[in-house]
């Protein structure tokens, strides 16, 4: 009797089921399978196996077109990449049925990240366009695949395009399941400010677990070279110079491998490096060589009369003769007053001498008549 309420409880909710399917009261360990290609896993259905229930309700796997019997999906090794989804099963005559899905997903990491660039060997020339191609061979599902680019560490805007290895204009098919040897290319070129670069990719595999599962490449190591450049903010197209005043001209030049500097005019080559003193006018070319060619500049040297001397010399010499004509002028009148002045005293002088010596003279009168 207790036995037949409840079938008919169950069978009422059942109906219910698959009329809307919104509550079926089976329950699956997981709804969302990740399983690496080749690993063992279960999945149990719960509620399905109650014993009140008896023989009529008969409870299976759904598994592609198989049916496996019972509540506990159990599968070893797992290699099927057709396998997406799997529906336990409750099923009742007469009733209907009630479906529970598993979504599937296998993967497998790729067997290796290689890097590499297409079509060039060796060092890398600076405002050049390059291509590097990282190729992710046997992973699967590519619609999970990342694939990420890094210079010298830091995450590349560009993610690059991914296709089917070797089928770069073909557009690849996210849907497959099953292991797929892919490739991303990116292009690449470089500033006069690198001298150095590191490129690695990496393939990550994101299946909506907690952790990703990352795959990284070995690194690629560039060294960049570039062509000669001259400085120019140390340099003038057109100088002067004073005769007698050397001038040194300064070329700078970057580039890598570093640039070789000389200096040369029609006279031919001015001695090597970047300095150069210059007496004489004319063009003088400084030109920065290394293996990837050379950059010039042509500086216009302008001799100039050093005037400055000259005009402190009239200064001078308009100095000197003012400064005589002044003396002899103010001699002359200086003479004079003094040869008047010079009279007068003597006068007095005198007149005075003239005195004592009329006193003087006076002690030898007296001295004259004591005789
Ligand atoms: C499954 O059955 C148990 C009792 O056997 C019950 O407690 C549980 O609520 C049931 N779960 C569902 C989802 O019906
Ligand atoms: C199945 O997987 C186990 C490990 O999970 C491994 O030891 C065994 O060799 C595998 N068998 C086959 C046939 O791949
Ligand atoms: C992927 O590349 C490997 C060689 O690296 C090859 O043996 C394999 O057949 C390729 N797989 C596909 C699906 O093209
Ligand atoms: C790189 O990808 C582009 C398309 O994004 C393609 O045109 C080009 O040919 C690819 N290069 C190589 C070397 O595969
Ligand atoms: C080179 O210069 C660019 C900007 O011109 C800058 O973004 C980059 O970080 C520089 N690289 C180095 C290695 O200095
Ligand atoms: C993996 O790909 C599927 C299909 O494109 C998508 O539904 C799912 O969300 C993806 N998982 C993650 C974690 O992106
Ligand atoms: C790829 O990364 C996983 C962990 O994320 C690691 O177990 C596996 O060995 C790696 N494969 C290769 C080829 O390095
Ligand atoms: C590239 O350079 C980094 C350091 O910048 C070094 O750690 C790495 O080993 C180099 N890789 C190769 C393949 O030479
Ligand atoms: C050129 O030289 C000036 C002055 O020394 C310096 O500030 C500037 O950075 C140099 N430019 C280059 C491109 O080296
Ligand atoms: C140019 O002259 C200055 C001093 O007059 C001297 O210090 C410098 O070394 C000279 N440069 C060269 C390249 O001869
Ligand atoms: C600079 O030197 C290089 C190598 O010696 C030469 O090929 C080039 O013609 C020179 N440039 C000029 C402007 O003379």
């Known amino acids: 009797m207790r036995d037949r309420m409840r079938v008919a ?24 399978l990740v399983v690496r290609h080749g690993d063992s896993y279960t999945v149990k259905c719960e509620n399905s196996t109650g014993d009140a229930l008896g023989n009529r309700m008969y409870i299976f796997w759904q598994v592609g077109r198989r049916q496996i019997p019972g509540g506990v999906w ?3 090794n797992q290699t099927d990449w057709d396998l997406t989804r799997a529906e336990c099963v409750a099923r009742h005559t007469g009733i209907g049925e009630c479906r529970k899905a598993v979504d599937v997903t296998l993967y497998k990491e790729p067997d290796q990240v290689l890097i590499q660039s297409v079509g060039h060997m060796g060092a890398l020339i600076g405002d050049t366009e390059y291509h590097l191609q990282c190729d992710i061979p046997n992973v699967a599902p590519v619609r999970n695949l990342t694939v990420r680019w890094y210079q010298d560490g830091h995450p590349m805007a560009d993610k690059g395009s991914l296709y089917l290895t070797g089928r770069p204009h073909e557009m690849l098919d996210f849907d497959i399941s099953t292991p797929v040897n ?17 490129f690695t990719c990496e393939a990550e595999l994101n299946l909506g677990q907690t952790d990703s599962l990352s795959n990284m490449s070995h690194s690629l190591n560039f060294s960049i070279q570039h062509k000669p450049s001259i400085n120019s903010t140390k340099l ?5 110079v004073f005769r007698g005043y050397p001038e040194e001209l300064v070329c700078e030049a970057d580039g ?21 003193n210059v007496t004489e006018g004319g063009d003088y070319t400084c030109n920065a060589t290394n ?19 000259i005009i402190a010399g009239f200064v001078a010499v308009a100095v000197v003769i ?19 002045r010079y009279s007068l005293k003597n006068h007095k002088l005198n007149t005075e001498n ?5 006193n003087s003279l006076d002690l030898p009168i007296p001295l004259a008549k004591l005789h």
């Open 256 to 276: 890598n491998p570093a640039p070789d500097i000389h200096w040369f005019s029609q006279n031919g080559v001015l001695g090597s490096g970047g300095n150069l």
């Open 236 to 240: 003038q197209p057109k100088i002067p």
């Open 9 to 32: 409880l169950f069978a009422a909710v059942l109906l219910n089921l698959t009329g809307g399917l919104s509550h079926c009261p089976l329950q699956v360990t997981t709804e969302r």
């Open 74 to 76: 159990e599968v070893k």
């Open 291 to 309: 293996v990837l060619g050379s950059n010039f500049y042509v500086v216009q040297v302008v001799l100039k009369e050093d005037y400055l001397p």
């Open 182 to 198: 892919v490739s991303s290319n990116i292009s690449v070129s470089f500033g006069r400010n690198q001298s150095r670069v590191q």
């Open 354 to 358: 003239g005195n004592v010596a009329h």
């Open 322 to 340: 003012i400064s005589i004509v002044f003396i002899f002028f103010y001699s002359l009148y200086y003479k004079n007053t003094k040869m008047r």
